[in-house]
C-alpha cells in the first residue's frame, strides 16, 4: 500500500531583544550562568511581569508577515507545570487568545508554489537552561537561568506539509521571514532557533489522518529531517505489518540516528492554562498593526519572484540572492547604480558570496560595499580592466579596502586598449614563436590560442582580449 | 453532589507536587468534597451571557521599554539556593 | 511623656511631637521597645523583630531634626510590616516553614515608599501562612492572640498587625487583603483598616496568594493615619502592571469636610441570617449616626452576594496553586532531604513545608484548574464574578457609598473553627466581595460587645474613591469615640 506522510512543524524563535520579555536583564547568550538574571527572572516571591514592548512589537510583526489574523485583544496565560528550569513552575504564554491564528507561510519547492497554513503565533517566554553532567555515575543536574524569561515566539503550523522536501522547505523560508523582519537571529546551534515536529502517515486516498507521533530534541534542521525519515520508515512498517502507531511523545536520538518513547507520565500534561492576573490585557488598535505593516520588508518568496519578473534573473539565482536578507539587499544597492542585473547577479552570486564564505564574514561587515563593486564592475564595462583581472582586484579590495580605481592604478593594470601599442607587442611574440606561425598556416587552430596566451603572459593579463582576438588574426591573415 | 474519591485526591496532589500522607488524603477529600457541595450552588446561576471577569482592573496595554536595568550579583543569586555547585543551582538528576 | 502616652498616639501627633522636638524619635523607639517587652509575650504579633534597623533610622531622623532638616511623610513613626512583603536583607518568611529562612535581595515597592518617607520600620509581623486564613492560627510559627482577649483569636490574615497597632507595639503598619485580611482584623482588634482599590497600591514584592485579589493596605488608629499611610504607598509602580496611573490626589486635604447630602446604601443581603445580634445593633447605630450627619440612607440589593464566598474560593485558590507552585526547593527556600528523584524532591519538600490549610488551597485550586473542571469552577467563577462586579457598579448608580458590618461576628476564641474549614471561610462573607469587584473598603470600630470585644463597621466606594471613603469613616470617627479605647493588657 502507499503511504502519505502528514507533517506539521512547531517553531520556537528566540526574539531579538536587548533585554528580556518580563524584566531589564539582558537577552544575551554565552555570559557565565546566573550572572543575567533578578528576582523577576529567578522567580522570587513576590516579583511581577511588565511587558518588554519591543518584543511584543516583534511578535506582532513576525505574526503579520505570517498572514496571521491578529487577535486585537490579546492576553496572557499561565501554563503550570513543573520542571526545574522553569522558575515559577509556571511558563507565561497564551493559549486563549493568541496574538494571531489563521495565517500562512508559503514556501516554493521544485518550482512548485504552496500554502503551509499557520495555526496560531503566540509570545512567551524562555525557561532556563538544565546541564546534565557528562561525570560518569552523578546524579545531579545543574541550572543556569540566564535564559529564562527571554522572549519566545512560538509559531505553529496546520498538518500541512507532505514530504521531507516540504518541511525542508517550510524551515527554511519561515527561518528567512524571521531572519528579513528582524525579530530573531535564527541561531540554531544557539538555540535561538528549534523545531519539534509531528508526523502521522496515512493511507494515499484516505482523509482521515493516522495517529500522530511528536518528536522533541531536534537541535538543527537536519535532525528534523533525519528523524522525519526515520519516523516515516519507522511508521511505515509498523503499519505494513499490521499494527498500529501509538499516539505520542518520542524523542530524537542524535548519536543512535533514532527515536525513542519519552518516559513521562501522562498526567503531567494537565497544564490548567488560566489568564495571568499579572499582565494586563493588550488591545491592538488598527494604527498600530498599520504602522507594523507598513515597517514589514518585502518578504523572501515576493523577493525571489520580483527578481525573476523585473529583473530577469533565473529562477536559481534569486533565490540564492533572496535567502539571505543583507546580501539581497546589497545586491539592490549595486543594482540601483548599474542598469544589467544579471552582471551584478554573477558577481554577488560569485564572488562576494564566496569571499563571505571563505572569509566567514557577514555582508554588514563586508569591507567591499555596492559603490565599490560597482566600480569595479564599471571598470570592466568600459574595457579599463579585464575581467581577470577585475577578479583579482576584487580580492584585493576586499584584504584592503581599497577602491578599485586606486588599485588598478597603484598596480598599473589599467586593460591596453591602444592598437599601436598592441600591435608592436602582438609582432614582438610572432618574432619570439616563429614556430607557432607556422602552425597555425598549415591549420593548426591551436597555435592561435597559444599565441593569445603569451600576449596574455607578456601584458600580465592587461591587454585587451577582444583587441587580441581581432589583431593577432589580421596579423596572422596578412602574413 | 461533588464527591472526591481518593484516585482523584491522588491525581490532583500529583499535579500539585505534594506527597500527602494517607491521613491527609481522607481529611482532603471529605473536606474538600464539601467546600465543592457548597460551590455547587454557583450552578443556580444562568452565566450562558455573561463575560467572565479574570482582571480586577481595566488597565490595558502596560508595557516596560526594552532598556537594561539590574541584574542580581551572581552570589546574590544564589545566595537563597538549598544547593549548588559551582555558579550553578543544583538539583536532582532530571532525566527526559 | 510616658511610655503608656507615647504608644497611643497616632502617627501624626508623633511627628508632630518630632517635629516641635518635643521628643526625640530614639526616645520613640526606645520607649516603643520596651512596652514591646512588656506586651509581646503576650500578643505574640512579631515574626522578627529589627531593633538595630530601627535604632539607626531613629539616630538618623534626631540627626537630621538636629540640622533643622524636616522629614519624610511618615519621618520618625514606628511602623509594622505583614510578613508577606519582602524586605531585602531581612527574612520574609510569609510564616511557612518552606520560606523559614527566606533573605529576599530587593524591597517591596511598599516598603521603598515606607523607607522615602522615612518611616522607622520595626520588624515583620505575623499572619496566616501565605495569608491563608482568618485568624492567624495557620502561621507555622506562632499564634497572635487579640489584645482585647488573649484567649481570642485577632483575625487574619494581618492578625499579627492588627494585633501590634491595638496593642501599642507598632503606631501603624501594613496588612495585606485578599478577602477581607487587612479589614476583619482590623475591626476585631478595634482599630481600623484600609484595602484600597485594587490597582491603587503596588503589589510588588507582596507576596502573592491571589493576585487579582491582593492588594496592601494601611492598618492603624485612627483614619487621619490611614490617609496618611495610603498617601505614602498608593500610585502607580512601573514594575506591576496592574498598578493604576490614575493620580492620587491628597487624602487628608478634605477628609474633614462634611458628609451632609452624600447617599449611603445599606445591603439588604449584607444583615440576614448569621449576623451576630451585638454585631447588628452595633451597626444600626452607627446608621443612626450618619443619618444625623446629614447623609441619606437608602436600602439596596446586591443580589450576588451569596454565591461571593464560593467564587472566591474557586478563584483565590486557583491563583494561589500556581502562585505557590514556585515553591520547589531549587533556588530557595526548604528542601526534603534524602529525596530519590525530581519529583520527590518536589512533593516531599511542598508537602513537609506547607502547612495543612495552604495545602487545602492548593488542592482545590488545582482541581478547579485541571483538565475537565476548568469551564465548571474557575471560568463559571470568573463569570458570577462578573456578576457580583455588576451588582456594585448599579448600586453605586444610586448611592455614593455602602454601608455593613465587616464581619458577622466578633472575635472568636482560639481553635475554635479550626475543625471546620467552610465555617472559617463563611466567616468572610462581608469582606470578600469588595475584592472581588476590586472596589475599596475600610473598617473601623464602631463599638464593643457586652465581652468588651471590638466591633467593626465596613464602608466600600466606587473604585479609585478613597478619598470620599477616608471623609464619610471620618465624620463617624470625628462622632464617635470607639477608636480612642485601649485594650488592658
Known amino acids: 500500500m502507499q503511504y502519505e506522510t502528514v507533517i506539521g512543524l512547531e517553531t520556537h524563535a528566540e526574539l531579538l531583544t536587548e533585554t528580556k520579555l518580563f524584566c531589564g536583564c539582558l537577552n544575551r547568550f554565552g555570559a557565565p550562568p546566573n550572572t543575567l538574571v533578578c528576582p523577576v527572572c529567578l522567580g522570587l516571591p513576590g516579583v511581577l511581569p511588565v511587558m518588554n514592548k519591543k518584543g511584543f512589537e516583534m511578535a506582532l510583526k513576525a505574526t503579520l508577515a505570517l498572514h496571521c489574523r491578529v487577535n486585537q485583544f490579546t492576553t496572557f496565560d499561565r501554563k503550570n507545570y513543573y520542571y526545574p528550569d522553569l522558575p515559577k513552575n509556571y511558563q507565561i504564554s497564551q493559549n486563549y487568545l493568541n496574538l494571531g491564528v489563521d495565517g500562512y507561510l508559503e514556501i516554493k519547492y521544485d518550482g512548485q508554489e504552496k500554502r503551509i497554513r499557520v495555526h496560531n503565533v503566540h509570545l512567551e517566554e524562555e525557561a532556563g537552561k538544565l546541564i546534565h553532567t557528562e561525570e560518569p555515575g552523578a546524579d545531579y543536574s545543574l541550572v543556569d537561568f540566564n535564559r529564562a524569561g527571554v522572549p519566545l515566539l512560538e509559531i505553529v503550523t496546520y498538518p500541512d506539509m507532505r514530504s521531507l522536501e516540504e518541511a525542508e522547505a517550510y524551515m527554511n523560508t519561515l527561518r528567512n521571514v524571521l531572519l528579513y523582519t528582524e525579530v530573531s537571529d535564527c541561531k540554531m546551534q544557539e538555540g535561538s532557533l528549534r523545531f519539534e515536529a509531528s508526523i502521522s502517515l496515512r493511507p494515499t486516498g484516505q482523509e482521515k489522518l493516522g495517529n500522530r507521533v511528536e518528536i522533541k530534541n531536534l537541535n538543527s534542521m537536519k535532525a528534523v529531517l533525519k528523524a522525519l525519515e526515520y519516523e516515516t520508515g519507522r511508521q511505515r512498517e509498523s503499519l505494513e505489518g499490521g499494527g498500529v502507531v501509538a499516539m505520542e511523545t518520542r524523542l530524537w536520538d542524535e548519536l543512535r540516528e533514532r527515536t525513542e518513547r519519552m518516559r513521562t507520565k501522562e498526567e503531567a500534561h494537565d497544564y490548567r492554562y488560566f489568564p495571568e492576573p499579572d499582565l494586563a490585557p493588550v488591545v491592538i488598535k488598527d494604527q498600530w498593526l498599520e504602522e507594523l505593516s507598513a515597517t514589514l520588508p518585502e518578504l523572501p518568496l515576493a523577493r525571489r519572484n520580483r527578481f525573476v519578473t523585473e529583473l530577469g534573473l533565473s529562477d536559481y539565482d534569486a533565490g540564492v540572492l533572496a535567502e539571505d536578507k543583507a546580501v539581497a539587499d546589497y545586491f539592490e544597492r549595486c543594482v540601483s547604480h548599474y542598469e544589467s542585473p544579471k552582471v551584478v547577479c554573477n558577481w554577488v552570486t560569485n564572488d562576494v558570496l564566496r569571499e563571505l564564505k571563505e572569509r566567514r564574514l557577514e555582508i554588514k561587515d563586508f569591507p567591499v560595499g555596492p559603490e565599490m563593486l560597482v566600480e569595479l564592475i564599471k571598470l570592466v564595462e568600459t574595457g579599463a580592466v579585464s575581467m581577470p583581472v577585475a577578479r583579482g582586484v576584487f580580492v584585493e579590495m576586499v584584504d584592503t579596502k581599497k577602491k578599485a580605481p586606486q588599485l588598478v592604478q597603484e598596480r598599473g593594470l589599467l586593460q591596453i586598449s591602444d592598437s599601436a601599442e598592441l600591435e608592436g607587442i602582438i609582432q614582438a611574440i610572432l618574432t619570439e614563436n616563429p614556430n607557432a606561425l607556422t602552425d597555425y598556416k598549415k591549420g593548426k587552430k591551436t597555435a592561435f590560442t597559444f599565441l593569445v596566451g603569451q600576449i596574455m603572459r607578456k601584458t600580465k593579463g592587461k591587454a585587451n582580449p577582444q583587441m587580441v582576438n581581432e589583431l593577432l588574426k589580421q596579423k596572422l591573415e596578412a602574413s | ?96 | 511623656m510616658k511610655v503608656t502616652e507615647l504608644i497611643y498616639l497616632t502617627g501624626y501627633q508623633l511627628k508632630e511631637k518630632l517635629l516641635s522636638r518635643g521628643l526625640t524619635a530614639q526616645e520613640v523607639v526606645e520607649g516603643l521597645f520596651a512596652h514591646l517587652d512588656e506586651v509581646e509575650p503576650i500578643v505574640r504579633a512579631y515574626l522578627l523583630l529589627d531593633r538595630e534597623g530601627a535604632m539607626r533610622k531613629a539616630r538618623e531622623m534626631d540627626a537630621r531634626l538636629k540640622k533643622g532638616e524636616g522629614l519624610g511623610l511618615l519621618g520618625g513613626i514606628p511602623i509594622a510590616v505583614k510578613d508577606n512583603m519582602c524586605t531585602s536583607g531581612l527574612k520574609t518568611t510569609c510564616a511557612s516553614r518552606i520560606l523559614e529562612n527566606f533573605i529576599p535581595p530587593y524591597d517591596a515597592h511598599v516598603v521603598e515608599r515606607l523607607k522615602e518617607a522615612d518611616a522607622i520600620i520595626i520588624g515583620k509581623t505575623n499572619l496566616d501562612e501565605f495569608a491563608m486564613g482568618s485568624s492567624t492560627e495557620n502561621s507555622a510559627f506562632k499564634l497572635t492572640r487579640n489584645p482585647w482577649d488573649p484567649k481570642r483569636i485577632p483575625g487574619g490574615s494581618s492578625g499579627g498587625s492588627a494585633a501590634a497597632v491595638s496593642a501599642g507595639t507598632a503606631l501603624m503598619a501594613l496588612g495585606s487583603d485578599t478577602g477581607g485580611s487587612v479589614r476583619q482584623p482590623a475591626a476585631l482588634c478595634g482599630v481600623t483598616g484600609l484595602k484600597p482599590t485594587y490597582g491603587r497600591v503596588s503589589r510588588y514584592g507582596l507576596v502573592a496568594f491571589g493576585s487579582s485579589l491582593d492588594q496592601i493596605g494601611p492598618i492603624t488608629r485612627d483614619v487621619r493615619d490611614a490617609a496618611l499611610l495610603l498617601q505614602v504607598i498608593a500610585g502607580r509602580d512601573l514594575k506591576d502592571s496592574t498598578s493604576s496611573d490614575i493620580p492620587v490626589p491628597d487624602y487628608l486635604k478634605e477628609i474633614e469636610k462634611p458628609v451632609k447630602g452624600l447617599r449611603l446604601g445599606l445591603p439588604r443581603e449584607y444583615f440576614m441570617e448569621g449576623l451576630n445580634e451585638e454585631v447588628r445593633r452595633a451597626v444600626e447605630e452607627a446608621v443612626k449616626v450618619y443619618k444625623k450627619l446629614g447623609m441619606a440612607i437608602h436600602e439596596i440589593s446586591l443580589p450576588h452576594t451569596p454565591y461571593a464566598v464560593a467564587v472566591y474560593y474557586i478563584i483565590a485558590t486557583a491563583e494561589a496553586s500556581s502562585n505557590l507552585a514556585r515553591y520547589d526547593g531549587v533556588r530557595y527556600g526548604y528542601r526534603a532531604a534524602n529525596t530519590q528523584n525530581i519529583i520527590e524532591m518536589y512533593s516531599r519538600s511542598r508537602v513537609e513545608g506547607f502547612g495543612r490549610e495552604v495545602k487545602r488551597r492548593i488542592m482545590l485550586g488545582t482541581y478547579a484548574l485541571s483538565s475537565g473542571y476548568y469551564e465548571a469552577y474557575y471560568l463559571k467563577a470568573s463569570k458570577v464574578r462578573n456578576l457580583i462586579g455588576q451588582d456594585f457598579s448599579s448600586a453605586f448608580e444610586s448611592v455614593d457609598f455602602i454601608l455593613c458590618p465587616t464581619s458577622p461576628t466578633p472575635a472568636f476564641k482560639l481553635g475554635e473553627r479550626l475543625a471546620n474549614p467552610l465555617e472559617m471561610y463563611l466567616s468572610d462573607v462581608y469582606t470578600i466581595p469588595a475584592n472581588l469587584a476590586g472596589i475599596p473598603a475600610i473598617s473601623i470600630p464602631c463599638g464593643f460587645t457586652r465581652e468588651n470585644l471590638p466591633i467593626g463597621l465596613q464602608l466600600m466606594a466606587r473604585p479609585f474613591e478613597e478619598a470620599g471613603l477616608l471623609q464619610v469613616a471620618r465624620a463617624y470617627e470625628r462622632e464617635t469615640e470607639w477608636h480612642l479605647r485601649r485594650p488592658e493588657l
Open chain 2, 1 to 96: 453532589m461533588a464527591i472526591l474519591d481518593k484516585k482523584t485526591i491522588e491525581h490532583v496532589a500529583l499535579l500539585a507536587r505534594l506527597e500527602l500522607s494517607e491521613e491527609e488524603k481522607e481529611l482532603f477529600a471529605s473536606q474538600l468534597g464539601n467546600i465543592l457541595n457548597y460551590i455547587e450552588k454557583l450552578k443556580e446561576l444562568d452565566t450562558s451571557r455573561v463575560e467572565p471577569m479574570a482582571y480586577a482592573t481595566a488597565t490595558k496595554n502596560v508595557f516596560r521599554e526594552d532598556t537594561p536595568g539590574p541584574s542580581l550579583k551572581l552570589e546574590e543569586a544564589l545566595k537563597n539556593a538549598p544547593d549548588k555547585l559551582q555558579d550553578f543551582f543544583k538539583v536532582l538528576k532530571v532525566i527526559e
